[in-house]
């Protein structure tokens, strides 16, 4: 394992939208995998934020500095 991130997103992504659905059209595996990837990287809370989405994370980082 060369990098845990990496290797972390890969084992979700084929976990859940691959593994979890089947495609009848290359057009609907790149909507559902556009979707997923959408609520990946906005709506989900990550461990490694805290448990808190990206964008909560962003903003609490925002509000640390501007207090510091």
């Given at each position: 394992m060369q990098?845990?991130?990496v290797?972390s997103?890969?084992?979700?992504?084929?976990?859940?939208?691959?593994n979890?659905?089947?495609?009848?059209?290359?057009?609907?595996?790149?909507?559902k995998i556009?979707a997923?990837?959408?609520?990946?990287?906005?709506?989900?809370?990550?461990?490694?934020?805290?448990?808190?989405?990206?964008?909560g994370?962003?903003l609490k980082?925002?509000?640390?500095?501007k207090?510091?």
């Amino acid at each position: 394992m060369q990098n845990a991130f990496v290797e972390s997103f890969n084992g979700s992504f084929r976990d859940e939208p691959l593994n979890e659905t089947l495609f009848s059209s290359l057009a609907e595996a790149r909507e559902k995998i556009i979707a997923w990837k959408e609520d990946y990287n906005r709506h989900r809370p990550h461990s490694s934020l805290g448990n808190l989405t990206p964008p909560g994370f962003a903003l609490k980082s925002r509000l640390e500095t501007k207090t510091a």
